[in-house]
């Protein structure tokens, strides 16, 4: 991990970074968050954003699981690791004047995908809790809050793709997020055609459940018969717009 972190600093400084801090940690540990928020403070001597990002999914029917407990980790890590991180920026956010937080949810929190129930309850939880933070802060401190949709990363890995999908390259992904938070938006989604599925959510939830039936239909061995980011595709061809291909599109 520390040595993927350095890769990062390494870019950061490329692109014309001044100046870059690497802090090991686990945001599911507050002390953890404590130290790497400490950390920054006396290198910088102030800090001005929070950006919430860290993230892990389980891909499994719920059913099927053997032992609960062992799905903790992602509630630790996606909502925990962002609620512990933020509790410990706030003063900091505040005595800088017009910090900013950024925290980086799901379209999962609405759209709820079968296969990946604790992951969906997790960016639901993320989702609620920072809308909350936001009426509470008022204007002390702006919250900028992502639900993406299928987004190539890390996360991914290009496992949910088949190599006919098309998703969101994440550069773009990126570069809408440092718009969104520069520009004070609330909210942000990408691709933006995820909107879409959010209305439809709101007006006729049988349809879109119907439709996560269809994106991740489960044989007898336990796994759909297509991959998520496909059928997604296929799913909703009336509002996705111009397919977005890049090289750099892990593939199955």
């Known amino acids: 991990m520390v040595g993927s972190l350095h890769d990062v600093a390494a870019r950061a400084r490329d692109g014309g970074s001044p100046d870059v801090l690497v802090v090991a940690g686990d945001v599911a540990k507050p002390e953890d968050c404590r130290r790497f928020v400490q950390a920054t403070v006396e290198h910088f001597g102030r800090l001005d954003h929070l950006v919430n990002n ?26 925990w690791g962002a609620v512990h991180a933020t509790h410990c920026a706030l003063p900091h956010l505040k005595k800088s004047g017009g910090g900013k937080v950024f925290v980086n949810s799901s379209a999962a929190a609405a ?53 006919e999908g098309t998703v969101e390259v994440a550069v773009r992904c990126a570069e809408a997020t440092v718009d969104a938070i520069c520009r004070g938006r609330r909210h942000l989604t990408v691709p933006l055609w995820y909107r879409a599925l959010f209305l439809w959510r709101a007006l006729a939830p049988e349809v879109v459940e119907f439709s996560q039936r269809l994106l991740c239909r489960r044989t007898a061995g336990g796994r759909g018969h297509q991959a998520k980011g496909k059928r997604l595709q296929e799913v909703t061809g009336a509002v996705q717009p111009a397919p977005l291909h890049s090289s750099d599109i892990k593939r199955e």
Do not use: H
Not at 58 to 65: A, G, I, L, P, R
Not at 68 to 78: G, H
């Open 54 to 79: 860290a993230g892990v999914a389980n891909v499994c029917w719920f059913e099927d699981v053997p032992d609960v407990a062992a799905l903790k980790r992602v509630l630790a890590v996606n909502f």
């Open 111 to 163: 759209l709820a995908m079968p296969g990946m129930s604790l992951y969906n309850a997790s960016e639901a939880a993320v989702l609620n809790f920072f809308e909350t933070l936001r009426v509470e802060l008022r204007d002390e401190v702006g919250i900028t809050i992502a639900t993406s949709g299928w987004i190539v990363s890390e996360m991914t890995g290009g496992k949910q793709l088949s190599k």
